[in-house]
């Protein structure tokens, strides 16, 4: 049976190192967020994200716009914040409310407070091999996991099911970096189960609960579930079919407690990291 990676032990390991790092500092880092959507699992995530700044002693700001919110008072609110000296970085929580422009929202940030490296200078850092001032927050605690379970990734074949700008692909350019031979698939790929099965490790984030069947994974392959779904019964599930999957797999993440606590943590790390590249 598989090693179940436990990301919740790795997360609260960074977490307590950053409150440590924290309570030696005069001032404290502070973390914005944008809330212009009144979908329940986004409240959920920005008050997750409250709660972990505020544990951490870092400065915390939510914003809560209502459905009337324009496009203009959002990006004048971004260029306050750009402006705020006790504000390191910025996010802006999706979906936004659909009469409005995300990608036009973003780019208002000032890159260097970009604490998800959703920026388009960011981006085009990150694959220019060129140090973003933040790497997006999914996609660096999946490396972080592997690293700490000490599962090599040069050389390996490994295989992405979801193409997103804020998973899939950040995280193809980060893999290709440490030298893996990355496949990126998505929605259109034809013969995904013959793809899945070449995978040394093997990485799903569709948001398509028990996709990841356990026909669809090589023997020993390491599986790192992304995914979450919301059942019915209001229970979260991953991408991939856990109860089948582990009995294959050498390594697997479950869902919760794999990818999910190592996102926030990356966050929490990546405010702080701001934090420091602003006061040098
Ligand atoms: P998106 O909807 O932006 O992207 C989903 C991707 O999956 C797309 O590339 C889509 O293909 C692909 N896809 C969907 N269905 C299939 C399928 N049947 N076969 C193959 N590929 C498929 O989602 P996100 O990247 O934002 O999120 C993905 C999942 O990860 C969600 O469940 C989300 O909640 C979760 N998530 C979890 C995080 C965590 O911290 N654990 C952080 C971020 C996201 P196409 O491009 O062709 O449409």
Redesign the pocket.
């Known amino acids: 049976m598989a090693i179940i990676i436990n990301g919740k032990k790795i997360a609260n390991e960074i977490l307590e190192n950053l409150k440590e790092k924290t309570a030696k500092l005069d001032k404290k880092p502070g973390l914005a967020v944008i809330l212009a959507n009144d979908n329940d699992s986004s409240k959920v995530y920005v008050s997750s994200k409250e709660k972990h700044s505020l544990y951490l002693g870092f400065k915390s700001c939510i914003y809560r716009f209502d459905k009337k919110v324009t496009q203009g008072e959002l990006i004048k609110a971004i260029h306050e914040l750009n402006e705020n000296p006790n504000i390191n970085g910025i996010l802006v929580q999706l979906p936004l409310f659909e009469h409005l422009n995300a990608n036009e929202i973003i780019e208002v940030i000032n890159p260097k407070k970009d604490v998800d490296g959703f920026h388009p200078i960011n981006v085009g850092k990150l694959n220019s091999n060129l140090n973003p001032w933040a790497v997006c927050c ?1 996609p660096k605690g999946i490396i972080k996991l592997l690293k700490k379970y000490n599962i090599k990734i040069a050389g390996k074949n490994i295989v992405i ?4 700008n ?3 692909k950040p995280l193809a350019t980060l893999l290709t970096s440490e030298d893996a031979t990355v496949t990126l ?5 034809k013969n ?1 189960k013959s793809i899945t099965k070449e995978a040394d490790i093997l990485i799903s ?4 609960a028990k ?1 990841i069947k356990a026909n669809m994974v090589k023997k020993g392959a390491v599986v790192i579930d ?4 919301k059942q019915p019964s209001g229970k979260l599930v991953g991408d991939v079919d856990f109860e089948k999957v582990k009995n294959i797999a050498s390594y697997i993440t479950p869902v919760p407690g794999g ?2 606590p190592m ?1 926030i943590a990356c966050l929490m790390e990546n405010t702080y990291e701001l934090y420091l590249k602003q006061n040098q």
Request: aromatic share 0%.
């Open positions: 999914t099911v979801g193409r997103s804020i998973v899939g698939a998505h929605s259109k790929t995904l984030a569709t948001g398509h996709l992304v995914g979450i779904t990818v999910g996102t």
